[in-house]
């Protein structure tokens, strides 16, 4: 066990290591001069060669990057925005609680929706339960959170009354139900696919001679469904979950942009418009590590569970959904 | 055994016979109705979108400042938006970037997707362990969110409509071949072993040879299935793009760009319909591609439709 976490550990460093050298030179390869960025592409010649020198732009990009890494690494110095020279981790953590929070919220209540969906979809299949969940859970991979949520807040919000408008309180303050919305419409597709990956695995499961015999026991249909179907259903659940994860982190690019919820997304989007370097740098390296870790947390818990992945080496072996967040 | 005897033998070179799909997989596909549904949907929407300038009463960047918001009526049938330009028309030609940007990705996808995965399945060993290892990294990372980040890269947000169009599709081209290329090598390795496969390699068929007459034509029907699923997920992703302003840029009428337009101008309470119908266009066709996915699946391989 302890070699497959090493093993699994040892692949992690390097794949971080050629996102950030991706990240640094995708933006150095960039069109734009970062120095009419900070300046503005109208200063002074002598003013834009100041900035250059001050910023340590002039210098050759092997060198900035190994600093970029080194600073990273030693003091978890992203460096500052070109924009308002504020230093980036500041802005993170600003930034970070409020998409960790809606993240959170939203993964615990697709998680509450799409098991309990998937499950009872797989025991009555191809009835009206299936039929109900199912036709939801393609709504909603299809419908995509930006026309959800102008939908929901139509309905909710100024039709009705019930919710208030926007994600964050023009005074920066947040209740409980200022996060209800956001934390449906980011939710909405994950529950979907996990509802999805519930039903099938729950299905195979089912089909299983260990359930029937369970069952010529007299078994209660609960403890069946609960101690033998979904106690080995589950890895493949756990494994979409995570990949949820991902897309949850992704969809709240858009679902923080629609809100206006000063989050990480919010703030990715945000320097994206106004090609603000550092900050889309820092961003990038941020999630990145975050899909990391949580594959990583994946691929052990998976080897703990499953301990068949430990041998074949293959842990959550990426099952995925495409499409937009 | 006698030369002729032994070309009697060999796999013929009509791949029809080869090509498991069989007959009647048009009219499965039309017994369901979603299916056939999805397809006329589409159908039209493809029409609409090649036709767009002879069919839209309007250009798509025509202001007609003094007819602001105006309501459906004879002159504009779904009404204007706040520069007095006509829904309708900026819709049809919406459906055109939608579509264009999907088709073109599409094909960046399969090209890569094909080829990483054929390599990757046939010829195995270190090739396929290096390349697999790539697609994983990939893979681990939500394309979408590489996409934002491409885009944020290259500046899309300041780029001129023409080249946000181009480096949209590259960016969504780039990032979304990982599937398919998992999804071909794993059929090429399936296939690899099939004694029609070894049939003609004892036979001396050349790799290219099995490749083109043995192993593609069996790859058609699970890539036509994926690439029309994956579709709904780029126009979905051309949608998320546009819609965060980093995308198709304006005057261009992208449909994500027409709902954050219409939400930043705070129509959603006076002028809902501004939102609902790129909403609804937009969701519809993707509804519409995962039917015809699901329909094309089962038409293909009826054996799977009994099991589910």
């Known amino acids: 066990m302890l070699r497959f976490v090493a093993a699994r550990i040892g692949l992690a460093v390097p794949t971080l290591l050629a996102i950030s050298f991706l990240v640094f030179f995708a933006a150095y390869l960039s069109p734009a001069d970062p120095v009419d960025i900070i300046v ?98 393609l709504t909603g991979v299809a419908v995509p959170s930006f026309v959800l949520g102008p939908v929901l807040v139509l309905v909710f919000a100024l039709r009705l009354d019930w919710l208030p408008v926007v994600g964050f309180s023009p005074q920066g303050g947040m209740t409980a139900e200022f996060f209800v919305l956001p934390t449906i419409v980011l939710a909405a597709r ?49 494994t979409v979950t995570a990949t949820t994860f991902g897309y949850l982190l992704a969809g709240s690019f858009v679902v923080e942009t629609l809100f206006a919820i000063p989050g990480i997304g919010y703030q990715s989007i945000d320097a994206i418009r106004k090609r ?12 990145a590590s975050i899909f990391v870790l949580v594959n990583l947390v994946v691929d052990i818990l998976y080897g703990v569970l499953d301990p068949r992945a430990r041998l074949t080496g293959g842990g959550s072996g990426s099952i995925r959904q495409k499409g937009a967040a | 055994m006698p030369e002729a005897e032994l070309t009697a033998l060999a796999p013929s070179d009509a791949p029809a016979e080869l090509t498991p799909p069989a007959p009647g997989v048009w009219r499965r596909l039309l017994a369901n109705p979603l299916a056939a549904a999805s397809l006329l949907l589409l159908l039209l929407l493809v029409l609409l979108a090649v036709f767009a300038p002879v069919v839209a009463p309007h250009g798509f960047a025509e202001q007609k400042l003094e007819r602001q918001l105006e309501n459906p009526s004879g002159t504009f049938p779904l009404g204007t938006d706040e520069l007095g330009r006509d829904t309708l028309s900026r819709l049809l030609y919406g459906a055109r970037i939608s579509l264009s940007v999907a088709v073109a990705v599409e094909a960046c996808v399969v090209t890569i997707g094909l080829l990483v995965g054929l390599i990757a399945g046939f010829f195995g060993g270190a090739v396929d362990a290096a390349l697999m290892r790539v697609t994983d990294v990939m893979l681990a990372f939500p394309d979408v969110l590489l996409a934002i980040l491409l885009v944020g890269i290259f500046g899309t947000a300041t780029a001129s409509p023409a080249a946000s169009l181009l480096l949209v599709v590259v960016a969504l081209g780039v990032t979304g071949w990982p599937p398919l290329a998992r999804l071909v090598r794993g059929q090429v390795l399936g296939l690899r072993k099939r004694e029609f496969v070894e049939a003609a390699r004892s036979l001396g068929a050349t790799n290219g040879r099995i490749l083109r007459r043995h192993i593609l034509p069996n790859l058609l029907s699970p890539i036509l299935v994926a690439v029309t699923v994956d579709t709904a997920g780029v126009i979905l992703a051309e949608a998320t793009l546009s819609f965060l302003g980093i995308g198709v840029q304006r005057p261009y009428p992208s449909w994500g760009r027409m709902i954050s337009d219409a939400l930043a101008e705070n129509h959603l309470r006076s002028e809902p319909r501004l939102i609902l119908l790129p909403s609804l266009a937009l969701s519809l066709t993707v509804l519409a591609l995962n039917f015809l996915g699901d329909g094309l699946r089962d038409a293909l391989d009826p054996r799977a439709h009994a099991k589910r």
């Open chain 1, 40 to 137: 503005g592409e109208r200063a002074a010649p002598e003013v834009k060669a100041r900035t250059r020198q001050q910023w340590g732009l002039d210098r050759p990009p092997l060198v900035r990057y190994g600093d970029y890494l080194w600073n990273i690494v030693t003091r978890f110095d992203f460096g500052r925005s070109y924009l308002t020279q504020e230093s980036i981790i500041d802005i993170i953590q600003r930034g970070f609680p409020n998409t960790a929070l809606l993240a959170t919220l939203a993964l615990l209540l697709s998680l509450l929706v799409g098991i309990p969906s998937g499950m009872l979809a797989a025991v009555w299949v191809n009835r009206a339960p299936d039929r109900i969940a199912m036709s939801l859970a």
């Open chain 1, 190 to 238: 994950s529950a979907a696919l996990i509802a999805r990956l519930t039903r099938s695995a729950m299905l195979d499961v089912l089909r299983q001679d260990y359930v029937r015999t369970a069952r010529a026991k007299g078994l209660g249909n609960g403890v069946v469904l609960f101690k033998h179907a979904l106690k080995n259903a589950f890895p493949p659940i756990l």
């Open chain 1, 276 to 287: 603000d370097y550092p900050v889309i740098q820092a961003m990038a390296l941020l999630l």
